[in-house]
């Protein structure tokens, strides 16, 4: 049994705790996702490229959301406002600014109708049910647990820096232009992951608080897992996409 599958017995040292997360991290962040890898590597064609953005735009859009019932859940005028940036990294201060606007430029740049992707419509069942499950975490367990749901940020960077490089290299349908939301997020995500780190580290005491937070970092992961593991399933193998799902370029103009 490794070490993050061992109940936590009796209390971790800060650091310790720490090291457990960035195993999690390492062990069960969706870097090692075959469909991960496969984008990364130029092996996708452009369908499933599309596919994967549409899926992920959903996700993106829900993170204010989230975000947002956090911070009505949080007593410490100091944290709402640290917290408050990442309202502003997704929705901007006005129209075209933010995360979710530059990823709707991506999915423009790939070929999407944005009509149909912020409609939401066409997603994956599975992604729908995986991004809300994240949703109703956040606003239903602790708070200490809802912030520990987000140190996923600790592992993105590396993911974002494969992905780009990848990108750039392996298709000629994408541009620097069209990837233009990742960049921001090299610096964005660090920030957010260490003052989530320092939270759960001061926050975290007791055994059970900390076997907690080892759970949340895990189900996250499993969230964005399972995202993959539907893209996979309908796009690639065994390429069974459900009914009212995306399904080509034939529906990128009709909803």
């Known amino acids: ?27 069960r962040y969706h870097h090692r996702h075959s469909f991960q890898l496969m984008l990364q590597n130029g092996e996708l064609n452009r369908r499933q490229v599309q596919a994967w953005a549409l899926n ?43 995360g979710i606007s530059r990823w709707l430029t991506l999915t423009d740049g790939l070929g999407l109708d944005r009509e149909m992707v912020v409609s939401t419509r066409r997603v994956l069942p599975a992604t729908r049910f995986a991004v809300e499950a994240y949703l109703h975490f956040v606003r239903e367990r602790s708070v200490l647990e809802a912030i520990a749901s987000s140190l996923t940020e600790l592992f993105s960077p590396l993911v974002i820096g494969q992905r780009v490089s990848g990108m750039l290299k392996h298709y000629d349908f994408v541009s620097a232009e069209t990837l233009a939301y990742f960049e921001p997020r090299l610096t964005q995500a660090p920030r957010d992951a260490e003052m989530a780190l320092d939270y759960v580290k001061r926050h975290a005491e007791r055994p059970d608080q900390q076997q907690a937070v080892l759970d949340a970092l895990i ?27 995306w399904d080509g370029e034939a529906q990128t103009e009709t909803l």
Not at 1 to 26: C, F, V, Y
């Open 1 to 27: 049994m490794s070490d993050i599958e061992t109940p936590i017995r009796e209390a971790l040292s800060a650091d310790d705790l720490e090291a457990r997360l960035r195993a999690i991290g390492e062990q």
């Open 56 to 98: 992920r735009y959903y996700y993106q859009s829900m993170i204010p959301l989230k975000d947002a019932s956090l911070i009505a859940r949080l007593d410490d005028p100091a944290l709402r406002r640290e917290w408050r940036a990442r309202l502003v990294d997704h929705d901007g201060e006005a129209e075209g600014e933010g």
């Open 219 to 245: 189900f996250k992961c499993q969230v964005l897992w399972t995202q993959l593991d539907a893209l996979h399933h309908a796009y690639v193998a065994p390429g069974h996409v459900p009914p009212g799902a």
